[in-house]
């Protein structure tokens, strides 16, 4: 995918697609206005904190918050509304994005308490929160809607741009709707924790905890137009996976007869493939071929549903320890899981996972690891000032300018070592008949495989055999979940030497010189996750870079010096 702009951008199949000029799918803005969009935030506060008990201290706090929701200055806010569950072809115009402000009144209480059972050297802490993220970026997607910012999706040669924005419109674009959820929720997040810190000794604490949270009405992307699939076994799903025999003839698809046999190579597993001819699994989501969208005016969408929810819980702990020396050593280990349903809400920030959900009938299809989720990190840091100087062990004789020479002087370190992000391998087509080739879909998983399927390895994380390759048209979505592997972890050792010059109490000057990345390590990103591309006449052969990592996650090591003035 290439995008050119906010109102433009051209999406390959392939690279072969690619390099021959071969768009599958072009997006653009013939004409962008630019919008004025307001919006007025507001919220107030109370707390009160409570001794209970010599040991036990109690916080209460209550915060509201509102909005006036998402509005235009000139009365051009325009977005899609429904109705009987399906988007209607022109969008609604007036003053506000919303056909509900659900944003007027947003309750959070808080509550803390820190109770030390056993004296001032362990304290328990625990906390209990509910937070809202009010929305003031929402012109994003509020800027691609007609009638002032038309975007339309277009299959044409690259030797048709650039294209006249004065031009009338080509024969056959879509108009793409964005927009959002016409009545919108405001994402939310309760949140809670407990933790232990105990003052092992003058100079060391220890503190251990479990954090967790639930987050609801987040924002997913959708595609609000796609045709509503069949949950199998119901009519027209086939009871089996259709086969495809080549040495047999064409029994192409009829759509006056769903169910009629086909030996066809766009529907049907090739013979050999371990889903040729097996059961289809109750539940399963079937779309058939040539389905038609609910409108068929428009194209498919992107359009952001407040609809998400998510999950975190998280063990937490910490080490610090403060020498006589001048050294001063903390240590953090986090060990966490978090869920959800969606959190890329576009392509460019997908880089690991579809930015739309696969099948919007079945979030629960997409219920996984977060994109973000990190399931161990540690950071250890160091600061080390150096015994030189007035006031240390050495030369603390030295004069007021060659204490300014030799004092003053600290190294640090910071160490930071991580698990991977996860990710989701992916076809570069789309054969659940749902009509949209801008997401990304997943292949099946091959029941025979027997090998890992994390291979560890820069040229090759993963094995593409261990996924299987539906035929183009097949209606069926891949059975391998969302963001079910692993890539590659990162180490990164940053170092600096600081210099603090102390002129006057308050005023001083202070010199650093920071390496970041001191040992270079090379930490890689995540792999190429395109498994298989479009099937040719002899069937999908897996693509030649599927799993190959071609890139890194940190930069190279790097210097910088900084000079700061302070008082």
Same mark, same amino acid.
């Given at each position: 995918?290439?995008?050119?702009?906010?109102?433009?951008?051209?999406?390959?199949?392939?690279?072969?697609?690619?390099?021959?000029?071969?768009?599958?799918?072009?997006?653009?803005?013939?004409?962008?206005?630019?919008?004025?969009?307001?919006?007025?935030?507001?919220?107030?506060?109370?707390?009160?904190?409570?001794?209970?008990?010599?040991?036990?201290?109690?916080?209460?706090?209550?915060?509201?918050?509102?909005?006036?929701?998402?509005?235009?200055?000139?009365?051009?806010?325009?977005?899609?509304?429904?109705?009987?569950?399906?988007?209607?072809?022109?969008?609604?115009?007036?003053?506000?994005?919303?056909?509900?402000?659900?944003?007027?009144?947003?309750?959070?209480?808080?509550?803390?308490?820190?109770?030390?059972?056993?004296?001032?050297?362990?304290?328990?802490?625990?906390?209990?929160?509910?937070?809202?993220?009010?929305?003031?970026?929402?012109?994003?997607? &509020?800027?691609?809607? *007609? !009638?002032? #910012?038309?975007?339309?999706?277009?299959?044409?040669?690259? =030797?048709? @741009?650039?294209?006249? +924005?004065?031009?009338?419109?080509?024969?056959?674009?879509?108009?793409?709707?964005?927009?959002?959820?016409?009545?919108?929720?405001?994402?939310?997040?309760?949140?809670?924790?407990?933790?232990?810190?105990?003052?092992?000794?003058?100079?060391?604490?220890?503190?251990?905890?479990?954090?967790?949270?639930?987050?609801?009405?987040?924002?997913?992307?959708?595609?609000?137009?796609?045709?509503?699939?069949?949950?199998?076994?119901?009519?027209?799903?086939?009871?089996?996976?259709?086969?495809?025999?080549?040495?047999?003839?064409?029994?192409?698809?009829?759509? &006056?007869?769903?169910? *009629? !046999?086909? #030996?066809?190579?766009?529907?049907?597993?090739?013979?050999? =493939?371990? @889903?040729?001819?097996? +059961?289809?699994?109750?539940?399963?989501?079937?779309?058939?071929?040539?389905?038609?969208?609910?409108?068929?005016?428009?194209?498919?969408?992107?359009?952001?549903?407040?609809?998400?929810?998510?999950?975190?819980?998280?063990?937490?702990?910490?080490?610090?320890?403060?020498?006589?020396?001048?050294?001063?050593?903390?240590?953090?280990?986090?060990?966490?899981?978090?869920?959800?349903?969606?959190?890329?809400?576009?392509?460019?920030?997908?880089?690991?996972?579809?930015?739309?959900?696969?099948?919007?009938?079945?979030?629960?299809?997409?219920?996984?690891? &977060?994109?973000?989720?990190?399931?161990?990190?540690?950071?250890?840091?160091?600061?080390?000032?150096?015994?030189?100087?007035?006031?240390?062990?050495?030369?603390?004789?030295?004069?007021?300018?060659?204490?300014?020479?030799?004092?003053?002087?600290?190294?640090?370190?910071?160490?930071?070592?991580?698990?991977?992000?996860?990710?989701?391998?992916?076809?570069?087509?789309?054969?659940?008949?749902?009509?949209?080739?801008?997401?990304?879909?997943?292949?099946?998983?091959?029941?025979?495989?027997?090998?890992?399927?994390?291979?560890?390895?820069?040229?090759?994380?993963?094995?593409?055999?261990?996924?299987?390759?539906?035929?183009?048209?097949?209606?069926?979505?891949?059975?391998?979940?969302?963001?079910?592997?692993?890539?590659?972890?990162?180490?990164?050792?940053?170092?600096?030497?600081?210099?603090?010059?102390?002129?006057?109490?308050?005023?001083?000057?202070?010199?650093?010189?920071?390496?970041?990345?001191?040992?270079?390590?090379?930490?890689?990103?995540?792999?190429?996750?395109?498994?298989?591309?479009?099937?040719?006449?002899?069937?999908?052969?897996?693509?030649?870079?599927?799993?190959?990592?071609?890139?890194?996650?940190?930069?190279?090591?790097?210097?910088?010096?900084?000079?700061?003035?302070?008082?």
């Amino acid at each position: 995918t290439i995008a050119l702009s906010q109102f433009g951008q051209a999406t390959f199949s392939s690279l072969q697609s690619f390099l021959s000029g071969n768009i599958s799918t072009f997006l653009f803005d013939p004409a962008p206005t630019e919008m004025n969009w307001r919006s007025l935030f507001g919220a107030w506060y109370v707390e009160d904190v409570f001794r209970v008990r010599p040991k036990l201290t109690l916080s209460l706090g209550f915060r509201d918050e509102l909005s006036t929701g998402w509005n235009e200055a000139h009365g051009r806010a325009a977005n899609y509304t429904f109705t009987n569950g399906i988007i209607n072809t022109q969008p609604n115009l007036g003053n506000s994005l919303f056909t509900v402000n659900n944003a007027k009144y947003l309750p959070q209480p808080r509550v803390a308490l820190a109770w030390s059972p056993h004296g001032p050297q362990t304290v328990l802490r625990a906390g209990f929160g509910m937070y809202n993220d009010l929305q003031d970026a929402l012109g994003y997607r &509020a800027d691609q809607n *007609a !009638p002032f #910012n038309p975007v339309y999706s277009l299959a044409l040669p690259v =030797s048709s @741009l650039p294209i006249d +924005p004065f031009a009338p419109v080509p024969a056959g674009a879509k108009l793409v709707p964005g927009g959002v959820q016409p009545d919108m929720k405001t994402p939310t997040l309760v949140s809670w924790s407990l933790r232990i810190e105990r003052e092992l000794s003058p100079n060391t604490a220890f503190t251990i905890g479990y954090v967790g949270s639930h987050g609801y009405h987040e924002l997913i992307g959708v595609d609000a137009n796609e045709p509503t699939p069949v949950i199998c076994p119901a009519f027209p799903c086939p009871a089996v996976y259709p086969t495809f025999d080549s040495s047999q003839p064409l029994v192409h698809y009829d759509p &006056a007869n769903p169910t *009629a !046999p086909t #030996n066809d190579p766009a529907i049907g597993f090739r013979i050999g =493939s371990p @889903l040729a001819g097996a +059961p289809v699994p109750e539940g399963s989501f079937y779309i058939p071929p040539q389905s038609p969208r609910p409108n068929a005016a428009i194209a498919n969408t992107w359009t952001w549903f407040s609809r998400g929810d998510s999950s975190y819980h998280a063990l937490q702990t910490e080490l610090r320890k403060r020498f006589s020396s001048g050294l001063f050593l903390r240590g953090d280990y986090t060990f966490a899981k978090t869920l959800d349903d969606g959190d890329s809400l576009n392509q460019t920030t997908a880089g690991n996972a579809p930015g739309l959900v696969s099948n919007p009938f079945d979030l629960a299809a997409d219920k996984g690891l &977060a994109t973000f989720h990190v399931k161990h990190a540690a950071v250890v840091d160091a600061l080390y000032a150096l015994p030189f100087g007035r006031g240390t062990r050495f030369a603390s004789s030295r004069s007021r300018w060659g204490n300014a020479v030799v004092g003053g002087w600290s190294l640090g370190g910071i160490l930071t070592v991580q698990s991977g992000f996860p990710f989701t391998p992916q076809l570069s087509y789309n054969p659940s008949n749902n009509g949209d080739t801008r997401n990304p879909v997943r292949p099946f998983l091959d029941p025979t495989f027997t090998g890992p399927v994390v291979l560890g390895k820069p040229g090759q994380w993963f094995n593409p055999a261990a996924f299987i390759a539906p035929p183009s048209a097949s209606g069926f979505y891949g059975n391998v979940g969302r963001d079910t592997y692993i890539g590659p972890g990162s180490a990164t050792w940053d170092f600096s030497v600081l210099k603090e010059v102390t002129f006057r109490e308050s005023f001083g000057l202070q010199f650093r010189a920071e390496i970041f990345n001191l040992l270079d390590r090379a930490n890689f990103n995540t792999p190429n996750l395109i498994v298989f591309t479009p099937p040719t006449a002899t069937g999908n052969q897996p693509s030649g870079t599927a799993g190959a990592i071609t890139s890194t996650s940190t930069t190279s090591r790097q210097v910088q010096f900084a000079l700061k003035l302070h008082w």
